[in-house]
C-alpha cells in the first residue's frame, strides 16, 4: 500500500491521468468513442499506444488489432484512433 | 507451387495402407531409436519408459515426442503442468483470448508456458472468417513467438468441423506470410491436396468433432488419407476420448497425436496423461512392427500336425 492509498490522506488526482473536466460546457481533450475488445469505451488515448497504457496494459504481454487487422507492438505509437475504431486487445490463454 | 501427391500408385502397392518410405526409414533407424530413453519427474526410477517409437519431424523440427497436448480446461495450473510432464508431450496447444484492462492473468500463463520448456503451437479457435484467423494468428505470432499456427476455421458452431474453403486460403495467405501452418481438416483428400498445393507440410485430420472424445469416426476415410498422403506429416486433432483410440490412430500410421479434453477432463488428468503417453507407445510400437492381416474366418496358431487324437477320416476321435 503507497502512502496515497492510506484512508487518512486525501487521494491526489492519479499522475499521468486526466481529470474529468468540471466544467462540462467547455469542450477540453478530445474523448473518442471507440469499441475495445467489444464494448464500447470513452478514452482520451490518440494512439494505440496511448490507449494501451490508459488500460495500465504498457508491461503485459499482449497482442493488438485495428478494425481486424493486426498492429505489431511497433507500430502502436504511430497508429492514430478515430471515432468508432475496434480494438482487439488480447493475452496468451490455455488452448486445444 | 504443384500438387505434390496425387499418386493411386502408392495405394495399390501390396501390403496396402501402411507400407510406406517413411515405414522403411522408420525401421531403418529403429535400432538408433531404441536408445532414446524418457525420463519423467512425476514417475520413479523403476518406471522409467523405455520406448522404441522413431521420433518424427515437422517444418524441420524433430519432435521429442508423438504426443501432441492442449492446455485448456484443467482444474488448476499445477494440475496442467502435472499433466504435461505426465505426457511426456512434445508439443503444447494454446490460444489467445481478450484481455481485461489491469488483468494480469496472460501474464501469469505465459510464465507458466514458458517454464514448461516446450514448443508451442498456438491455434486460432472460435475464428469464423480467413480473416479472423489470419489476424488471430498475426497475433499469436507476437505473442508466442512461433510462426507455427494451428489453423481453424469453424464452419459450424454444433460440429465444430472445419470451413474448408475458408481454411485453404487462410493457410495460403498465411504461408505467404511466413507461417508454418497446421491445419485442423477433414479427411476430404480433395481438400487435403489443397492445403499442401498450398504449402502445409503437415495435415491435421479430425478424428470426430471437437470435445466430442468419440475416437476415430471414420477410420476407414483415416486409413485412406494415409495411404494417400505416404510421406506427409499426419496428427489427428480433436475426438480422442480414450488412449485406446490413441493407440488406434498410431497403429493405422498416423504420426502423432493433438489432444486435450481427453486428459484434462479425467478424474485424475496426470494419471491420464500418463495413459496416454502408453498408449501412443504401444500403438506406434505396433504399426513400426507391422499389424498382421486380418481374416474373416479363424485359422489355429498352434500347429495342426501332429495333434492328438487327429483322425484323417474327419470324424475326430470315438471311443
Redesign the interface.
Given at each position: 500500500m503507497t502512502a496515497a492509498d492510506k484512508p487518512d490522506r486525501p487521494t491526489p488526482p492519479e499522475a499521468g491521468k486526466i481529470v474529468a473536466p468540471v466544467r462540462p460546457m467547455q469542450p477540453t481533450t478530445a474523448s473518442l468513442s471507440v469499441v475495445i475488445n467489444g464494448r464500447q469505451v470513452a478514452t482520451n488515448a490518440q494512439t494505440l499506444a496511448q490507449l494501451v497504457l490508459e488500460r495500465d496494459l504498457g508491461e503485459a504481454k499482449i497482442a493488438t488489432a485495428l478494425n481486424g487487422d493486426f498492429v505489431p507492438a511497433g507500430r502502436r505509437c504511430e497508429t492514430k484512433l478515430r471515432a468508432g475504431d475496434a480494438i482487439e486487445i488480447v493475452a496468451p490463454r490455455q488452448g486445444g | 507451387m504443384p500438387l505434390r501427391l496425387s499418386r493411386p500408385d502408392k495405394v495399390a502397392n501390396k501390403g496396402a495402407a501402411f507400407r510406406t518410405g517413411t515405414q522403411h526409414r522408420l525401421l531403418l533407424s529403429f535400432k538408433d531409436s531404441i536408445k532414446h530413453v524418457r525420463h519423467n519427474p512425476m514417475m520413479s526410477t523403476q518406471d522409467t519408459i523405455t520406448t522404441a517409437a522413431a521420433p518424427f519431424k515437422v517444418y524441420g523440427h524433430e519432435l521429442s515426442s508423438r504426443l501432441l497436448l492442449?492446455?485448456?480446461?484443467?482444474p488448476s495450473p499445477k494440475i496442467?503442468s502435472d499433466a504435461v510432464l505426465a505426457s511426456n508431450a512434445g508439443v503444447i496447444?494454446?490460444?489467445?483470448?481478450?484481455?481485461?484492462?489491469?488483468?494480469?492473468?496472460?501474464?501469469q500463463?505465459?510464465d507458466l508456458?514458458k517454464s514448461l520448456n516446450l514448443p508451442v503451437l498456438?491455434?486460432t479457435?472460435g475464428c469464423r472468417t480467413p480473416?479472423?484467423a489470419i489476424?488471430t494468428a498475426?497475433?499469436?505470432r507476437?505473442?508466442?513467438e512461433t510462426n507455427w499456427i494451428k489453423l481453424e476455421v469453424i464452419a459450424n458452431d454444433d460440429t465444430l468441423q472445419p470451413d474448408l474453403f475458408g481454411l485453404v486460403e487462410a493457410a495460403e495467405e498465411l504461408t505467404k506470410d511466413g507461417f508454418n501452418v497446421f491445419p485442423y481438416t477433414t479427411e476430404d483428400l480433395g481438400a487435403a491436396e489443397r492445403l499442401i498445393g498450398v504449402g502445409c507440410d503437415v495435415l491435421m485430420p479430425w478424428g470426430a468433432p471437437?470435445g466430442t472424445g468419440r475416437g476415430l469416426n471414420n477410420p476407414y476415410g483415416l486409413q485412406t488419407m494415409r495411404a494417400y498422403f505416404p510421406g506427409v506429416p499426419l496428427i489427428i486433432d480433436a475426438g480422442i476420448g480414450a488412449p485406446s483410440h490413441a493407440a488406434q490412430v498410431m497403429e493405422l500410421g498416423y504420426d502423432a497425436v493433438l489432444l486435450?479434453?481427453a486428459v484434462s477432463k479425467a478424474a485424475d488428468p496426470a494419471l491420464m496423461a500418463r495413459a496416454f503417453a502408453g498408449a501412443i507407445d504401444a500403438g506406434r510400437l505396433g504399426y513400426e512392427a507391422g499389424l498382421m492381416e486380418q481374416r474373416d474366418m479363424a485359422s489355429p496358431s498352434t500347429p495342426v500336425a501332429g495333434t492328438p487324437f487327429f483322425n484323417l477320416e474327419g470324424t475326430g476321435s470315438k471311443s
Open positions: - | 492442449g492446455t485448456a480446461q484443467y496442467l496447444t494454446v490460444s489467445l483470448r481478450r484481455e481485461g484492462a489491469r488483468a494480469k492473468s496472460g501474464q500463463f505465459w508456458i498456438p491455434n479457435a480473416r479472423e489476424t498475426q497475433m499469436a507476437e505473442l508466442f471437437i486435450n479434453t
